[in-house]
């Protein structure tokens, strides 16, 4: 009796360790959603069409009325916009919010709020075409969000083109990655993203309970991507931010590709690292608690995402998972608003992943 009882022990392991190799393969439930016109930019006809597809990372909050509300980032310029999420549709806001003091191209990869303040982050990553520095890229930014319309706050309330109200803008971050051991190799000027230099690519931002979480597409070696953390307050006020880099384990030639936090932790959108060989590994959603380690960390793997039955519209060009934002949470699944770079608005997509 005793051997089989070790024998039931020993199966539910080994099928507990399967379903963790083996996740569901998961369809969207939705999408792509109607945008409209779609986000339209002060820009030359084919500068704006790339910009539509060019959609990088969101940060949702709900306004006053419970609507919900994202700041939407692009990866080209340096401007961001807003959308509410409507029922099976993304309705487009025309205000503009532009990085000004950015001249270059700021390569927005990443958005995240906490309810008081919007965070934005450049890839801090050489350019993917030549390997040419790009110290544009090299910003995070902090604003204070209004409560009553889900956007950020300006003075005066409710003037478009208005200062935003505790505005700031540090490059803080690439002195910090250089101080780390496990990032210090992979920062310098004109250092190659992919195989062989495996120059730093910041692609996630996740904000919990006062830390700012940095998620890096590159470098990822040996099947480990890493997450930067800081405390968010010193960061941005110029005290110590107590820096910590963990490594988790996403598999072979994937990357961190977006972030959110969760009641529990941190949900990781992953997919291809920045190696051309990698493009083929697909998408998972994973959950991460969150919590520092020396060691690699394995997260709970929840989900692949089947992208292959999506639909490209007229103004898409390929379907990259790129942003990710949740919708409903539920002891049972995460309701996911997940977004595209290469799609037009972002090509929404909803996905239902049991937990």
Known sequence: MRYAAIGIALALVAVQAFAQLSPPLVKPTAGPWDSGAGFQFDLKKKKAHKTRQSLSGLACTRDAKQQRICLMVFDEGAQARYAHVGENSLVIDPEPLLFSAIGGELDAEAAATDGHYF???????????????????????????????????????????????????????WQIMQSQPELQAHVGERQCLGSGQQGV??????????????????????????????????????????????????????????????????????????????????????????????????????????????????????????????????????????????????GPLVFTIPR
């Not at 969000?145 to 300006?154: E, F, K, N």
């Not at 309330?157 to 803008?169: E, T």
């Open 201 to 346: 690519n910041i692609e996630g931002l996740a904000i919990q309970a006062g830390r700012l979480y940095f998620g890096f597409r590159g470098p990822a070696i040996q099947g480990a991507a890493n997450v930067l953390a800081v405390d968010a307050d010193a960061f941005f006020d110029s005290g110590a931010p107590q820096a910590t880099v963990t490594r988790i384990a996403l598999g072979e030639r994937r990357g961190i590709r977006d972030m959110v936090a969760v009641k529990t932790g941190v949900l990781l959108l992953a997919g291809p690292d920045d190696d051309a060989a990698s493009q083929g590994v697909g998408w998972t959603v994973s959950l991460w608690d969150g919590k520092y380690s020396p060691n690699v960390v394995q997260p709970k793997l929840l989900a692949t995402l089947d992208i292959s039955g999506v639909k490209l519209r007229k103004c898409d060009v390929q379907t990259k998972p790129e942003a990710l934002t949740v919708l409903e949470e539920t002891p049972q699944a995460y309701k996911l608003l997940v977004l595209s770079d290469g799609m037009c608005d972002g």
């Open 119 to 173: 965070y934005v982050t450049g890839s801090h990553s050489a350019k993917r075409s030549d390997c040419s520095s790009n110290p544009d890229s090299r910003h995070v930014i902090r604003f204070r969000l209004d409560p009553a319309t889900g956007r950020a706050l300006r003075s005066p309330p409710g003037a478009a083109q208005a200062a935003l109200v505790d505005y700031a803008d540090s490059g803080r971050l």
